[in-house]
């Protein structure tokens, strides 16, 4: 599966952005999808995941309550809705995919990458 990631941009402290990631082959509903997110001088880190069905997502604690990640499977595309965002939301965002089964919180887990979309949260 092939991934596209799009919807970042510059927003000021307490704005919301939606990111999309679409995702091109037959097999995007049989797939976990996940979003990391990798900021200047850091290591990359999760920000949520959800099931191939949809009936459950998980998040970090440091997004939790605001963030929120959603699929379309007959759009081929999975989407995460950014509330409340601060300054340190500031990251380039990467959504990623696979089979059932791994760790979903673990970038190891993936193969599957989209290339990227920073978001830049000014305070």
């Known amino acids: 599966v092939q991934l596209q990631a799009s919807g970042g941009g510059l927003v000021q402290a307490g704005g919301s952005l939606r990111l999309s990631c679409a995702a091109s082959g037959r097999t995007f509903s049989t797939y976990v999808m996940a979003w990391f997110r990798q900021a200047p001088g850091k290591e990359r880190e999760f920000v949520a995941a959800i099931t191939a069905s949809g009936g459950s997502r998980a998040y970090a604690d440091s997004v939790k309550g605001r963030f929120t990640i959603s699929r379309d499977n007959a759009k081929n595309t999975n989407y995460l809705q950014m509330n409340s965002l601060k300054p340190e939301d500031t990251a380039i965002y990467y959504c990623?995919?696979?089979?059932?089964?791994?760790?979903?919180?673990?970038?190891?887990?993936?193969?599957?990458w989209g290339q990227g979309t920073l978001v830049t949260v000014s305070s």
């Open positions: 990623a995919a696979d089979t059932p089964g791994g760790p979903y919180d673990s970038s190891d887990y993936y193969s599957h």
